[in-house]
């Protein structure tokens, strides 16, 4: 019999693919079991070892006990297909419903920057004597800063924290100008790149704002609106110092939600990768998947009854057993993402002939759930189209009918916010150093606010240092 290495082999040179291709997809399937289970424990500890500390928000705490039910239902009992099926679906839910809360908090996280932003400005107006800077000196050795690294990526980087940071002093075409610039680049490029730049952008910007926000975190939107409304161009060293507070316990609530709900999506993806793939593995691969179950069943307990105390040690000293075969593991499914996007493209129509779409379909949602991007939309469909000159340029009016709307209605210092957010998201568009040190310049020169222009030019040399 064929090892491992040799179907492999064999899949990729297209032979003997009804003999090989089930027993490859189920060998990729044991890796994520293995992988998946002993990365559920850990993860599932974590949530657990949050909670008991205090340091996860009610909302998701709720969450954590959905979880727990489909725990109980599922891993923890003898193999129910119908079980599966409902623990996969009830996952599924709990996926859309983090992802929605957690659209809501990075939507807050970007507007909380803006009024960062605006109040750093305003901070040296409360430190005494107030002195200016030497223009020409500052872009000298902010120049040299921005370049100390040769490294172009580094080098971009930094040009981008200098665009953030700086004074925003050009016109509203100009910046209008910049953002169609910046979407030209993207001409060929397929549909999803695209929408995922101006969400980047409409989001650093604060135009994105989910309907839910305010009903899933009423505390924060009080914050914002107390931002909102204070008066920026009138503000007293006392009314300065409030919002400071404002923001700064707002930003921390933030925080503990963010970290809960972060840690509790990793849990959540490993567990469906896990019940995804426990009909597929191996005897073997499931022993291995299931090593650290000890400590799950004793979570899954405490949970259950709603005691929110720490495991015992012995049961965290059984970690130990899973050192190096995670790492392993992990390395398995890096190399199967390989082989399933190979069956993908190369023999989807024999996998379907062979009744192997189903297998295939969910390893196909195992890679995304293990992959880097926690929050991926696994029903989100593309057409696989690429755009072209009239689809951008459709698109660019679109942006600057939003941007025009809200920058109409907002201050200057807000506005500057929010141009300077969306700098910061756009490819570097400086062809030389030249570019740089004028726009530098120019930016510093035109500033009449002391103030702004010493603490930007601060700020952005803690970002360079």
């Known amino acids: ?47 657990f070892e949050m909670l008991v500390s205090g340091e996860c928000s009610e909302g998701a705490e709720n969450h954590i006990l959905k979880v727990n039910d ?28 983090i992802i929605s809360i957690m659209q809501g908090l990075t939507s807050y996280a970007d507007c909380f920057s803006l009024y960062e932003y605006m109040l750093n400005r305003i901070e040296p107006n409360y430190k005494g004597d107030l002195e200016d800077i030497d223009v020409e000196a500052e872009v000298k050795e902010l120049v040299s800063m921005i370049f100390a690294d040769e490294d ?17 002093r050009m016109t509203k075409n100009r910046f209008y100008d910049m953002l169609k610039e910046s979407l030209s680049i993207y001409e060929g490029s397929e549909e999803s790149t695209v929408e995922d730049f101006i969400y980047m952008l409409r989001s650093a910007a604060g135009i994105y704002k989910p309907d839910h926000m305010e009903e899933d975190f009423p505390q924060l939107m009080e914050a914002v609106k107390r931002l909102e409304n204070a008066d920026y161009q009138n503000l007293s060293e006392s009314d300065y110092k409030e919002l400071e507070i404002v923001l700064s316990d707002a930003t921390s609530r933030l925080q503990v939600e963010t970290e809960s709900y972060y840690a509790l999506e ?6 469906y990768s896990v019940l995804l793939n426990e009909v597929y593995a191996s005897k073997e691969a499931v022993a291995t998947g299931n090593l650290l179950n000890g400590i799950v069943k004793e979570i899954t307990m405490l949970l259950q009854e709603k005691q929110f105390i720490s495991i015992p040690e012995d049961l965290v000293d059984e970690f130990s057993v899973a050192e190096g075969k995670l790492e392993q593991y992990l390395e398995c499914v890096t190399e199967d993402e390989a082989m399933i996007d190979l069956i993908r493209k190369d023999h989807k129509d024999l996998a379907q002939a062979l009744m192997l779409t189903h297998h295939l379909e969910c390893l196909v949602l195992s890679q995304s759930l293990v992959s880097n991007s926690l929050f991926i939309d696994l029903d989100k469909q593309w057409n696989g189209k690429t755009v072209d000159k009239s689809f951008l340029e459709k698109r660019w009016c679109e942006l600057v009918d939003e941007f025009s709307n809200v920058l109409s209605e907002g201050n200057k210092l807000m506005n500057r916010a929010r141009i300077a957010a969306t700098l910061r998201e756009m490819p570097v568009l400086f062809s030389n150093t030249t570019e740089v040190r004028d726009y530098m310049r120019n930016s510093l020169a035109s500033c009449r606010d002391v103030a702004e222009r010493v603490a930007s030019v601060s700020l952005l040399k803690q970002l360079l240092d």
């Open 1 to 47: 019999m064929l090892n491992r290495k040799q179907i492999e082999q064999e899949v990729r040179k297209g032979k003997q693919l009804e003999v090989h291709l089930p027993m490859l997809l189920n060998h990729i399937s044991s890796d994520y079991y293995a992988y998946s289970g002993m990365s559920f424990a850990m993860h599932y500890y974590n949530v």
């Open 266 to 271: 990793e849990a959540v993806n490993a567990l």
């Open 152 to 168: 172009r990526l580094v080098m971009n980087e930094h040009i981008r924290s200098m665009l953030s940071q700086l004074p925003v």
């Open 70 to 97: 489909i725990v109980l239902n599922t891993i923890l009992e003898e193999f129910d297909a119908t079980k599966r099926e409902q623990g996969i679906k009830k996952l599924d839910e709990l996926r859309t419903s």
